[in-house]
């Protein structure tokens, strides 16, 4: 355990601040009758008064040992969807029990991020938040997002390392704005084309690895009366993918860096219009009709119902769905197929993760205790743990193999 929450220093902020203590002096004073010269003794006073005093004297004294405030409870809204919220909240029991005191109100649904986005225009901000559509980069520029550089050079919590080397190599990228880094995460997701292995065995059909062949595969399967492909529209980030992969493929870590950054003419780049017209292709030929309006589980339950031969999901998609896959159903993975002039390397695979962001609220204790608790979430033992529940990846190191 970090040293600044050691058993031997008390629950945080236990100790009675001065104001506090002033305020129950102040109190005791007012409970005083003026006494007169020559009046009885303050022994003597009525037994109510007396009693007074003795109950606010009792608070002073058990001060030092419990919170005479309101104990604190941080605020961490949460995306309730793919991983859902379950093992976060169970994350959150366990560190309040390191810590008696503190409470985490950890809490989500699938439209959180419409509430946060209201708490924002109201300037009412949580402790944290793992929301992914949400104008971080505005929040980020007007500084109400905590740069977690400083935090990250200190020690993980198993205090055998600095923080930022138990993460894997790029993971903590995606929220580097120049030397700063404003998003943390646990998950390590990966994009997937998931397909029906049982179909394609029943057809002869085989793993494409370039778009050509996938288009070829796309074509077979309409010919066979089979939709190839289900995606859903309410979800950019699942139709995106696609061109994601095949401009990545076409211009490589420096073409993708510069689109990223808004580089001038990035969009206007012939491999990112390449790109797109790929995906306009996908769309308007081999995706299930009414994709526009489709959701991100009913794209995914087409394949697992029999209506389309292929979805593209990450990591994710099992957990997601673990009840809703029918017995005996074989699902086939695969990466995106490659261009033949392709600059990037070929196996290269496409990955995100859910990061957490802290909010620069201005009150330390506050984000020194937010901070404290991302630190134990991407433990080690945590991230361990993860693994086993959601049988996904994580973005941490050391997790032994065979979790």
């Known amino acids: 355990m970090p040293a600044a929450f050691g058993r031997d220093r008390g629950p945080p902020g236990a100790a009675l601040t001065f104001g506090a203590m002033s305020r129950v002096i102040g109190l005791i004073r007012m409970s005083l009758p003026v006494v007169p010269a020559g009046a009885r003794p303050l022994s003597r006073l009525p037994r109510r008064t007396s009693g007074a005093i003795a109950w606010l004297l009792g608070l002073l004294f058990l001060a030092g040992g419990a919170r005479f405030l309101r104990a604190v409870e941080l605020d961490i809204p949460v995306f309730a969807g793919s991983y859902g919220i379950d093992f976060y909240q169970q994350t959150a029991r366990r560190f309040e029990s390191l810590h008696p005191g503190l409470k985490i109100a950890l809490y989500g649904d699938p439209r959180i991020e419409d509430k946060l986005r209201v708490r924002i225009i109201d300037g009412h901000y949580p402790d944290a938040a793992s929301v992914a559509y949400v104008l971080w980069p505005v929040l980020i520029k007007a500084g109400k997002v905590l740069d977690l550089e400083p935090a990250l050079e200190g020690q993980n919590w198993e205090g055998d390392a600095r923080w930022r080397d138990t993460f894997l190599p790029g993971a903590l990228d995606s929220w580097r704005v120049g030397r700063r880094i404003y998003g943390l995460p646990l998950t390590y997701s990966c994009w997937t084309i998931f397909y029906n292995r049982e179909l394609f065995r029943a057809h002869g059909w085989t ?150 962001f802290v909010f620069n609220t201005g009150n330390e204790e506050r984000m020194k205790l937010t901070l404290e608790f991302l630190r134990f979430l991407t433990s080690r033992g945590n991230a361990t743990a993860f693994v086993h529940a959601m049988d996904a990846p994580v973005a941490i190191s050391g997790v032994p193999r065979s979790a």
């Open 207 to 356: 793993e494409p690895k370039t778009w050509d062949a996938f288009f070829a595969l796309c074509a077979q399967m309409r010919s066979a009366g089979v939709v190839p492909l289900s995606l859903p529209g309410t979800r950019w980030l699942y139709p995106d993918s696609l061109l994601r992969a095949a401009y990545f493929n076409l211009a490589g870590p420096e073409g993708w860096r510069a689109l990223n950054d808004l580089a001038p003419g990035a969009r206007l780049d012939p491999r990112y219009l390449r790109s797109a017209a790929l995906l306009q292709r996908i769309m308007r030929e081999d995706v299930a009709r009414g994709w526009q309006g489709e959701t991100a589980t009913g794209a995914e339950l087409d394949l697992l119902q029999g209506r389309a031969a292929m979805t593209i999901s990450g990591s994710w998609f099992l957990s997601e769905m673990k009840d809703k896959i029918p017995a005996g159903f074989d699902i086939g993975a695969m990466n995106f197929p490659v261009f033949p002039d392709g600059k990037a390397d070929p196996t290269t695979i496409q990955t995100g993760g859910d990061c957490f």
